[in-house]
């Protein structure tokens, strides 16, 4: 254990003396800043999330390799401004989760996950600069589904959900109802109910302990592939998707589907 412990910390202490060397002899890396860095890094963690997807392990450690590039970038950044440094990131990591993990590093007793999480949530909310209020921690910027669904992560872990996941899908009909009822209200009243239909479905899934933003991955995959192999085979026969019948795109569509299960 101690040599692999010894390993890890010697490929970390590269990682920092070759970052030290290109940000001062590389024309490219010296320039950057973190406002430039800022998107890259949003690339980077899109594509690792795509790695993570598919499984990829070998794919998954070049993502991570690319995302920790930008982690000790940013220190460096913040070591030349006067600010931080990678010894402060790791340190206020660590404070936080030992911190955030008093039924580990105290006496606080817990019987599963659900409560942790619970004790997480308050624990930040009482952090000296920790977020102010219960969603104040969810960023603006989060894609729509993956906000959706960490607000009501954190509303449940101050006790605001439903006592029985069941009764969830009451609410699910209800939105369902009103959004078919806004349809002829107007634009503006039919997208308001579709991001409530959408918002209750997410809801569910969640209590359901399915991560919606992962299935809806998964569903897309699947529609790519079985539109892919009805364009193939539209192709194939000599014809464009624009001169097929809806029909004969529902047969190629449902041959995707079988082949499938025979997977």
Known sequence: MANKREKELAAFERLLDVLDTVREQCPWDKKQTMESLRPQTIEETYELSEAILKKDMLDITKELGDLLLHVVFYARIGKELGQFDISDVCNKLCDKLIYRHPHIYGDVKVKDAEEVLGNWEQLKTKEKDGNKTV????PESLPSVIKAYRIQEKARAVGFDWE???DVWDKVEEELGELRQALGEGAERAKEEVG???FSV???SRLYGIDPD???EDTCAKFRSRFGYVEEHTIKQGKSLKDMK???MDKLWNEAKNLEKKR
């Open 246 to 248: 809806l029909s004969d």
């Open 214 to 216: 992962t299935a809806l």
């Open 196 to 198: 409530d239909f959408i």
């Open 202 to 204: 997410i809801n569910a």
């Open 164 to 166: 029985k996941k069941e």
């Open 135 to 138: 969603l104040s921690g969810v």
